[in-house]
C-alpha cells in the first residue's frame, strides 16, 4: 500500500512540473507555481480554506504574502512528495512558513532537523528562536534541556549565551537540572555574563547571585573571589546579598540556629545528569528485584521498588535510550535465557526477545547501539558463546565465540572493541583476557592480567580498561586489587587498591568517578560503595545501599527527563 501511495503522488508532482491538469496558480514574490487544489488541500487546513471559495475557479490565482520565492517551492514539494531538503541554510525560514500556512508534517520534520544539529554554539538560539512557537514546544523543551545539561560547554563556546536577558539567564541559574561539575562555574557564569556589558548589567549581579547555590561552594573559593571581587563588592546593592548569605553559612558551620529554608535553598544539590542504578542480586539469602538509584552529588541512595518484577542474581545490566535491559541471571530456581527492560521514564518492566541460550554469570557489553551476552552457565556447562541483540529488531543473533569458556567474568567497551577479563571455566579461575573486534568479527586473546579474578569488576574509565576485586581460587582470597589495561601498549599495570575485598559487585563510571558497589568480600554480603579517582589514584568511601547485596548488576542512565525521581533529593 506504501508503495502505490508513493508511486501516485510520484505521478501527481511529474503532472505538475508538466504542467498537467493543474487548477490553480499560487503567487508568491512575483513567482507563479501550477498546483493541483486537492494535493495543497490534503498537507495543510490553510489551502483548504483558501481554496474554498475558488474551487470550481480554473486557474485561480492566489497569492500567499509572507513567503519567499525561493521557500515557497519546497512547500509545494513538500505536498507532493512528503519530503524536502532541508539544511541549515533554509531550517528557519522554512519552520516560520510551514508554521504560517498550517503544515505540520514539515514543521515536525524542521524541528526534528534542528533537535539533530543541537549544540553548545546554537542550543540557546535555537531555544529562544521556538519559545513563541507552539507547534515546536517540544523543540523549545528539548533545546531547554540541552542547556542544562551541556551548560559549561555552552558558557565556554556559545556567544549566545552572552546575549541572554537577566530574566533568561536568572531563570537558567535557579534549575535544578543545571548540569556543573563544582557550584563556582554558575558564580563564574553570572561575571561572564555581567562583564560582557558591564555599564547596563552590574545592576542585576544581586538578582543573580542568590540563585547560586552557596552551601555548595569551598569556603576558601568564597574568601578568594567573592569578597575579593570588586564587581560584587563595589555594588551596593549586592552587599545584603553578600553578607546574608556569608552569615547564613558561618552560622550554618557553627550549628547556630539558621532559617531551615534559607539553608535548603542555598545548600540544594543540583540534579545530576547522570545516575547509578544497582539492580538485583543477593541480600542476605534472598534474591531481591529491587532498584536503587545513586546521586554521586548528593553521596545517597533512593529506592526504585518494583514489587511486580521477577528477582534475578548473577545478571547483566544495559542501558540503552530510556531503557535499561535485565539480561539472563539466575532465579533460584532456573538459569535464564529471558531478557526483561525497564522503562525509566514510565517506571514500567516489558517483556522483550530471549536470548538463544540461558546464561547465569553473563558478562555484558554495549557497543555500536547494539547489546552483547557473552559466556556465563547455562546449568549444565561454562559457555564460550556469544550472541548480540539489536534493539531496533528485537532479535538476537549468534556471534563468533571467545577463544575461553567463561562464567563470572565482566566486559566492557571501549574505543569501538569489547574486552572481557578473568572468570572461571568449570575447572580453572582465569587470569586471561579477550578483545573482540566487530569490524573483523573476531576474538583475540590480549595480555593475561597479574591475578586470576573470578566475579572480577571490569570497565572502561579514561582509556583504559579496569580489572577490580575478584577471587583468585584461593581458599578465601578475595581480592582488593586494581589493575588497569592499556590497549595502545598491551600491557597491564597496578593501581591503588580498595578499601575492601569484594567479589560478584557492581561496577561503573559515574561523573568522572568509578564505583564499587556492594559485593561478597569473603565473610558477607555488603552495602558499601567505595569511589575511585583517576587523578588521585585514591579510593573512597562513597554513601551506603540501603540493602547488602551481592551479584547485583549496575548500570548508568544520563539525561533523563524525570531525573528527580531517581536524584534522592529532599
Given at each position: ?187 563564574e557564569a553570572v561575571l561572564h555574563w555581567t562583564n560582557h556589558e558591564p555599564s547596563n548589567r552590574t545592576q542585576h549581579i544581586a538578582v543573580l547571585l542568590p540563585k547560586v547555590r552557596w552551601g555548595l561552594i569551598q569556603s576558601e573559593f568564597l574568601s578568594n573571589n567573592i569578597t ?77 521498588t518494583q514489587e511486580d518484577e521477577r528477582p534475578r542474581a548473577y545478571h547483566g545490566t544495559a542501558v540503552l535510550n530510556e531503557f535499561v535491559y535485565c539480561i539472563g541471571g539466575f532465579d533460584r530456581v532456573e538459569y535464564l535465557n529471558s531478557m526483561r527492560k525497564f522503562n525509566l ?64 567474568a565482566s566486559a566492557t567497551s571501549l574505543q569501538g572493541r569489547i574486552y572481557i577479563c578473568g572468570g572461571f571455566t568449570g575447572v580453572e579461575y582465569l587470569d586471561s583476557a579477550e578483545r573482540f573486534n566487530p569490524e573483523t568479527n573476531q576474538w583475540t586473546l590480549i595480555a593475561p ?122
Amino acid at each position: 500500500m506504501e508503495n502505490i501511495r508513493a508511486t501516485a503522488f510520484d505521478v501527481f508532482d511529474e503532472a505538475r512540473l508538466l504542467g498537467e491538469h493543474t487548477d490553480m496558480i499560487i503567487k508568491s514574490n512575483d513567482r507563479e507555481f501550477q498546483v493541483h487544489k486537492i494535493i495543497m488541500c490534503g498537507c495543510s487546513t490553510y489551502f483548504r480554506a483558501l481554496f474554498s471559495n475558488n474551487w470550481n475557479s480554473p486557474q485561480h490565482v492566489c497569492e500567499i504574502p509572507g513567503i519567499s520565492q525561493d521557500i515557497m517551492p519546497l512547500i509545494i514539494q513538500y505536498a507532493y512528495t512528503r519530503s524536502v531538503l532541508i539544511t541549515q541554510e533554509n531550517v528557519v525560514e522554512l519552520l516560520v512558513a510551514a508554521d504560517l500556512i498550517l503544515v505540520s508534517g514539515l514543521v515536525d520534520a524542521c524541528c526534528q532537523f534542528l533537535e539533530s544539529h543541537l549544540c553548545p554554539e546554537n542550543c540557546i538560539g535555537i531555544c529562544k528562536f521556538t519559545e513563541d512557537f507552539y507547534s515546536c514546544s517540544k523543540l523549545h523543551c528539548k533545546a531547554k534541556h540541552y542547556i542544562l545539561q551541556h551548560f559549561e560547554e555552552v558558557l565556554h563556546v556559545s556567544e549566545e549565551f552572552l546575549e541572554l536577558s537577566v530574566e533568561q539567564l536568572e531563570e537558567i541559574i535557579d534549575e535544578d537540572e543545571l548540569n556543573v561539575k563544582q557550584e563556582e562555574v554558575v558564580f563564574e557564569a553570572v561575571l561572564h555574563w555581567t562583564n560582557h556589558e558591564p555599564s547596563n548589567r552590574t545592576q542585576h549581579i544581586a538578582v543573580l547571585l542568590p540563585k547560586v547555590r552557596w552551601g555548595l561552594i569551598q569556603s576558601e573559593f568564597l574568601s578568594n573571589n567573592i569578597t575579593c571581587n570588586a564587581l560584587v563588592m563595589k555594588n551596593e546593592a549586592c552587599l545584603p546579598v553578600i553578607i546574608n548569605t556569608l552569615t547564613t553559612l558561618f552560622n550554618h558551620n557553627m550549628d547556630e540556629p539558621t532559617d531551615p529554608e534559607l539553608t535548603h535553598q542555598r545548600s540544594r544539590p543540583r540534579l545530576p545528569s547522570s545516575i547509578l542504578l544497582a539492580i538485583g542480586g543477593w541480600s542476605d539469602d534472598n534474591l531481591i528485584n529491587e532498584i536503587e538509584a545513586y546521586n554521586l552529588k548528593a553521596d545517597c541512595w533512593v529506592r526504585v521498588t518494583q514489587e511486580d518484577e521477577r528477582p534475578r542474581a548473577y545478571h547483566g545490566t544495559a542501558v540503552l535510550n530510556e531503557f535499561v535491559y535485565c539480561i539472563g541471571g539466575f532465579d533460584r530456581v532456573e538459569y535464564l535465557n529471558s531478557m526483561r527492560k525497564f522503562n525509566l521514564i514510565t517506571q514500567t518492566w516489558h517483556e522483550v526477545a530471549p536470548m538463544h541460550e540461558r546464561r547465569c554469570f553473563v558478562s555484558v557489553a554495549v557497543l555500536g547501539g547494539l547489546i552483547y551476552a557473552i559466556g556465563g552457565f547455562d546449568g549444565h556447562q561454562r559457555l564460550k558463546t556469544v550472541e548480540c541483540y539489536d534493539p531496533n529488531t528485537n532479535q538476537w543473533t549468534m556471534m563468533p565465540p571467545m577463544n575461553e569458556h567463561r562464567s563470572n567474568a565482566s566486559a566492557t567497551s571501549l574505543q569501538g572493541r569489547i574486552y572481557i577479563c578473568g572468570g572461571f571455566t568449570g575447572v580453572e579461575y582465569l587470569d586471561s583476557a579477550e578483545r573482540f573486534n566487530p569490524e573483523t568479527n573476531q576474538w583475540t586473546l590480549i595480555a593475561p592480567m597479574s591475578s586470576r579474578r573470578s566475579g572480577v569488576g571490569v570497565i572502561a574509565y579514561a582509556d583504559l580498561v579496569y580489572a577490580v576485586g575478584g577471587f583468585d581460587g584461593t581458599r578465601s582470597h578475595y581480592l582488593r586489587s586494581t589493575e588497569v589495561y592499556n590497549p595502545l601498549t598491551n600491557n597491564w599495570q597496578d593501581v591503588a587498591s580498595m578499601h575492601n575485598p569484594r567479589s560478584n559487585f557492581g561496577i561503573e563510571v559515574v561523573n568522572g568517578r568509578l564505583l564499587a558497589v556492594g559485593g561478597f568480600n569473603g565473610l558477607s554480603t555488603t552495602c558499601d560503595v567505595e569511589c575511585y579517582n583517576k587523578t588521585t589514584d585514591e579510593w573512597s568511601v562513597a554513601g551506603e545501599m540501603d540493602n547488602f547485596r551481592c551479584a547485583l548488576s549496575c548500570c548508568v542512565a544520563s539525561g533523563l527527563p524525570n531525573m528527580a525521581q531517581y536524584a534522592a533529593l529532599h
